[in-house]
């Protein structure tokens, strides 16, 4: 297949025509038999054969004077030559390329967005479309498709099959996201080859399925209700690329996975150095539950009960119950994307009324003067109880670690939600306290920011790539999923994803934010 660009070709003709004019009113036109290639798709010259006709029939119309010692070309009016700049001062003035394309010789993207999904043909069936779509990573309900899919809908009822679109209509759909889809169509994205990393995820998925070990937690009764069969992994990209597999819409607790949200809301809303004035930032090499202070009798880290109990104090300082809570769900949803993130009441009495371990730590930390003046410990408790309560499934609590992984700022709807000092910070503490006492192996072995909880999930953060969350509810005997540990030790074996893959020389994992013919050797 020959490969080469359109403003190229169309100026090698147009010159040689000029410089050579075939004589006869019978002469063939010429029309490519070669092919264009945009993304890994390749368009039929044809396609364009009429432009390059009339551009032709333009350079032969009869000149109105010659003079014998000099051959003088018209140019007529309209056309406009590949090298040709606008003159003038570029105020109100249209680009060359802008010309071209208003004389129909430069194709525009959404002309080419439609030759690479059409591949040759006059019309496209929608599904054909929305299924390439898919093979980028991006969802048809994708907040920044909305426009886009929403035109599509009601351009397909006005057709007489509803089933296929001609260029002019599928351009007519595109345009509102035409740079968002160039990126998806030409692998501009952080994974630019999805099907196959996805397919590698689907065979470390069917790995973890095959574990049988580990025991559903029962200390909260509420839990102790999860199927043990249960397990789901989604993860999104910086660029909002989506995967799922399993029982990702099975709604179930965050737990502790709760801790380094409400810790980044809290650094966001006051500072790191406010916040780690009633914290601190060290391992504390106990159990997440025990009744113990540091050296200067502040909770060791926000990821330990103790933490972040003292982080719920600091939410929104003088409101109420009702108004803190509305405030972190309102945080977490932007995180999402505006995904399901729900609450289970029933969650939230059986924690509350099994927690003596968490009302001792209370008072323990009231007894030193642990929470900021005038804070109410069993209040405070409460709204520890319910954050711990929020549900979310495995596709929603992806976008929150995306979030994460993109500095603060959601994939799929591009709004800042934290602030880049809350991110890092939480990064931080998640890859050095994030996984109760497994933390310092967790670190060694697969490197990467990740946090755990009692449900059986497990947010992973990829900075700069993608997040991850894992679920599933057997734990083993530190308290962290089964299935999820081996999940993330997997994927790292496969994948250079670990902080410290990235050495120079060091390219014996596979890194799926090249091409494939782009990987180091």
């Not at 009429?50 to 032969?60: D, E, I, K, V, Y």
């Not at 202070?293 to 060791?300: I, S």
């Not at 999930?457 to 734990?475: D, F, K, R, T």
Request: charged share 20%.
């Amino acid at each position: 297949m020959l490969h080469f660009r359109f403003p190229t070709v169309l100026k090698v003709l147009f010159e040689t025509t000029l410089k050579h004019p075939l004589s006869g009113s019978r002469q063939k036109t010429w029309v490519p038999t070669r092919h264009w290639s945009f993304g890994t798709t390749s368009v039929d010259a044809r396609a364009v054969s009429t432009h390059l006709r009339a551009l032709h029939a333009a350079a032969h119309r009869p000149t109105p004077r010659i003079v014998p010692s000099r051959l003088y070309c018209v140019k007529p009016e309209g056309v406009v030559e590949p090298d040709e700049q606008p003159k003038g001062d570029g105020v109100g003035s249209e680009t060359a390329n802008d010309k071209r394309r208003n004389a129909g010789i430069l194709p525009s993207l959404e002309d080419l967005l439609f030759y690479t999904v059409a591949e040759g043909q006059e019309k496209i069936p929608a599904h054909k479309f929305l299924t390439a779509l898919k093979t980028t990573g991006l969802l048809t309900g994708d907040p920044r498709l909305k426009e886009c899919m929403e035109t599509l809908k009601q351009t397909l009822r006005n057709t007489p099959d509803g089933v296929t679109l001609d260029r002019h209509l599928f351009k007519k759909c595109v345009q509102s996201n035409i740079i968002l889809l160039t990126q998806a169509f030409r692998k501009k994205f952080i994974i630019p080859d999805f099907p196959s990393f996805t397919s590698r995820i689907d065979e470390l998925y069917e790995n973890g399925k095959k574990l049988t070990g580990g025991q559903v937690a029962d200390y909260i009764p509420q839990l102790a209700k999860f199927n043990p069969d249960l397990w789901a992994v989604s993860m999104c990209t910086v660029d909002g690329q989506r995967y799922t597999a399993g029982d990702s819409k099975v709604p179930f607790c965050l737990q502790s996975c709760v801790k380094p949200l409400k810790y980044a809301v809290a650094v966001h809303d006051y500072g790191t150095e406010y916040v780690h004035s009633f914290i601190g930032k060290e391992p504390s090499g106990l159990r997440f539950n025990k009744l113990f202070l540091d050296e200067d009798d502040k909770p060791h880290n926000p990821m330990v009960n103790a933490g972040a109990i003292v982080c719920t104090s600091l939410i929104k300082q003088g409101a109420g119950n009702a108004e803190k809570f509305d405030y972190v769900m309102n945080f977490l949803k932007q995180m999402a994307g505006n995904e399901y993130v729900g609450f289970s009441n029933a969650t939230f009495q059986s924690e509350r009324e099994s927690g003596d371990r968490n009302f001792a730590i209370g008072y323990y930390l009231k007894e030193k003067k642990c929470f900021p003046e005038g804070t109410d410990m069993t209040s405070v408790l409460d709204l520890y109880f319910q954050l711990c309560a929020i549900e979310v499934t495995t596709e929603s609590a992806s976008v929150m670690a995306a979030t994460l992984a993109n500095g603060g700022i959601c994939p799929i709807t591009g709004e800042r939600v934290l602030s880049p000092e809350a991110v890092r910070n939480t990064l931080s503490l998640m890859h050095s306290c994030g996984m109760y006492d497994f933390s310092g192996q967790f670190a060694f072995h697969v490197g990467l920011p990740a946090k755990s909880g009692v449900a059986g999930g497990i947010l992973l953060v990829v900075p700069n790539v993608m997040g991850i969350m894992c679920w599933s509810p057997p734990l083993d005997k530190l308290g962290n999923s089964v299935r999820g540990i081996q999940f993330c030790t997997d994927l790292v074996e496969h994948f250079n994803f670990h902080n410290y893959d990235n050495l120079r020389h060091f390219a014996k994992k596979h890194d799926p934010r090249k091409e494939a013919g782009d990987q180091r050797i």
